[in-house]
């Protein structure tokens, strides 16, 4: 089999962990297990359909409209195929700015609670575990906020069946408003489990020199550490937060980081209209509103930079666990 050095790299990183947390450590195993079992099987399939670099195939491709904004829909049948661009394009572009759809709150916890804190961070993983994933957003841009030629971001579409799984009407309500297209999701939706596989060995995750950018994105996270680890949540909040600072070493949420900016106030759409900046692809669909995100904060880092008021991300949420998951 061939590799790309990427799960050299995740061995190594869990030996370098080794002595810090037993159970993660188990689970970050059980994930390289799997992907090393199935890989001898599946990574080296050849595929038909088009990929991010070629940008067409033998005969006529339909092009939805988020692919002539450069934002790439993958799906299960073209899955591997993106992952093999991304792995490439990581190489040079270590910002990754992410969002997510996922079908709503349904549940909310009962009992008693150790802070406002703990009631959020209980009311976050009550849902995550209960919930699956809609879509997942990931934009690359380079240290400059430059992004690849072709594709700069690619648009994750995840099984979802609305006969059979939970969600808030609502919340489906303004997805299937935005153009996702649930019956599409069902038919072709990607399998958690591969796509886990994939991105553990893609060279995002575990990895110190990428850096992550969020809009208040605790759900986001929470449902990417459940894809990871292929486990409920963490009971504890810290515990939550030692995962995260495990597979996500840097993380940027513009959420906290808008205190440093005089005036920018509301949620994602309004900061980008109060920064000029054009929407690329339908609102509420995860690869846009990743896309603006990573926008957003390029145009907040010329203003923050000159104040000093960039630093280790992580250190930033770690201080502001109520912003993240409140």
Request: aromatic fraction near 12%; hydrophobic fraction near 40%.
């Amino acid at each position: 089999m061939k590799t790309n050095g990427c799960e050299e790299f995740l061995i190594i990183r869990i030996i370098q962990m080794g002595s810090n947390n037993r159970n993660t450590n188990i689970h970050i195993f059980s994930r390289i297990y799997i992907f090393f079992k199935r890989c001898y099987t599946k990574l080296n399939h050849s595929q038909t359909m088009p990929s991010a670099i070629s940008g067409g195939a033998h005969g006529q491709v339909h092009i939805p409209s988020n692919e002539e904004c450069g934002i790439r829909d993958v799906w299960k049948h073209n899955l591997e195929e993106e992952f093999r661009t991304i792995r490439k394009v990581v190489q040079k572009y270590h910002f990754v700015a992410m969002d997510t759809e996922f079908p709503g709150v349904v549940a909310r916890p009962v009992g008693e609670f150790r802070s406002t804190a703990d009631y959020h961070y209980q009311l976050l993983r009550c849902n995550v575990d209960l919930l699956r994933i809609i879509q997942l957003g990931l934009t690359f841009m380079d240290d400059d906020g430059k992004t690849p030629p072709g594709y700069s971001t690619w648009q994750f579409n995840f099984k979802f069946n609305l006969s059979e799984d939970m969600y808030a009407q609502d919340s489906i309500d303004l997805l299937q408003n935005s153009g996702i297209q649930f019956k599409k999701h069902e038919e072709d939706g990607i399998d958690p489990i591969d796509f886990a596989e994939l991105l553990m060995s893609s060279g995002i995750v575990l990895m110190d020199n990428i850096k992550w950018l969020c809009f208040h994105s605790g759900y986001d996270f929470g449902y990417l550490l459940k894809l990871l680890t292929d486990q409920n949540l963490p009971a504890d909040e810290s515990d939550f937060f030692e995962l995260l600072h495990i597979y996500f070493p840097n993380i940027f949420d513009i959420k906290y980081l808008m205190k440093s900016c005089k005036n920018l106030k509301g949620g994602l759409q309004e900061v980008a209209d109060q920064l000029e900046l054009r929407r690329v692809g339908p609102q509420h669909q995860a690869g846009s509103d990743a896309l603006l995100t990573g926008m957003a904060f390029f145009k907040m880092r010329e203003h923050l930079d000159a104040a000093g008021h960039i630093r280790n991300a992580f250190y930033l949420l770690c201080c502001m666990q109520r912003i993240f998951i409140g």
